[in-house]
């Protein structure tokens, strides 16, 4: 099961950039680095996951917990470090769509177009 998750991953990975290599809609090329972002997000915890059932969350219940606890713990525990570093993209990820819509906004405002190809043309017109 994990290694269709993953293939599904790496498969929605190289979809979305090429829509952001191949795509001209300013628009696409958002949706699709939203969706590489989200697919790299998936990546990261499937790699912090752990296939041994059953699988804990990375607290420990007991406040004096014996040796054996740890070793169940250490060996049983879910690796919190990717998902601290999930969360920290998805909130940056955020910010730069967000980012990128507004100068979307602005190239729209200016061009009247949000084809790159057309906006290149306009360009070049401009500056002859």
Do not use: C
């Not at 955020?94 to 043309?121: G, S």
């Amino acid at each position: 099961m994990a290694t269709y998750i993953i293939l599904a991953t790496i498969a929605t990975l190289i979809i979305s950039l090429y829509g952001m290599l191949y795509k001209p809609h300013l628009i696409k090329k958002i949706i699709s680095l939203t969706i590489f972002g989200d697919a790299g997000n998936i990546f990261a915890t499937i790699v912090g996951f752990r296939y041994i059932y059953p699988v804990v969350p990375p607290i420990l219940t007991t406040e004096s917990p014996t040796p054996n606890d740890i070793n169940t713990f250490l060996a049983r525990a879910v690796d919190p470090l990717p998902q601290a570093l999930v969360l920290t993209a998805i909130v940056i990820g955020m910010a730069v769509v967000l980012f990128m819509v507004f100068l979307a906004l602005q190239v729209y405002r200016i061009y009247h177009t949000l084809d790159a190809r057309k906006i290149a043309e306009q360009r070049k017109r401009s500056e002859e």
